[in-house]
């Protein structure tokens, strides 16, 4: 029941900023595939995914639903990720994803595509980042352990796999996310993707 609030918080405050946002003009999606809305993860637990991930230079960093594209963007400069995918189906975002990435001066190693996560080809990652409502979970779950190698790790903020199981847990108090996303709190599990059997 907490979750499923918490589920409509991040959906209403997350559309209602929308509208208020310079940065990127999306709205919860009308297409069909759409599984969460555009809220944008904020700096301090972007750095705490990457860093929860252990991102460094031998890593290809996929976030799926990649928003205005920061995670990706973070991975490449801060993290110096060696490259990064972000995919969104809203193609404003995908478009400005593109442009704030050659701004950084990270272009050649980062790119966003325009396409519904389910059918992205993920199995190049070695880190999944993850920020999308609870209805996601259950079938990316499924695909993730189909299609990543053993040893990958996946991120995911706020709303866990049903039943994989975190390697770790981390909560970060975010006052500053109560406005965008309707919780001051971030929490954040880290996942391995199991040797096969
Ligand atoms: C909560 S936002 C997260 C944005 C970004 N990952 C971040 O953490 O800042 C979720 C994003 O997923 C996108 N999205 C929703 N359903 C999708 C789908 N089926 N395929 C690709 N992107 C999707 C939305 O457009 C939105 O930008």
Redesign the pocket.
Known sequence: MKQLKHAFA?ALV?AAQLSLSNSAD?QF?SKP?????????LTVV?DAMLKLADVGPDDFVV??????G??VIAAATRFKARRGLG????PN?VKFSSDSAAQAGVADRVKFRE????KTDVSEATVV?V??LPR?MPPLEQKLLAELKPGTRVVV?DYPFPTWRAERVVELKTPDKETSAGLPYAQLYLYKVPARK
């Open positions: 991040i997350a999306a999606s595939e759409a599984v969460a809305p555009y809220a944008a993860t972007v976030d799926l639903g990649s928003g205005d920061r995670i995919v969104d189906i809203e975002l396409e519904d996560l389910f980042t920020y999308l996601a903020q």
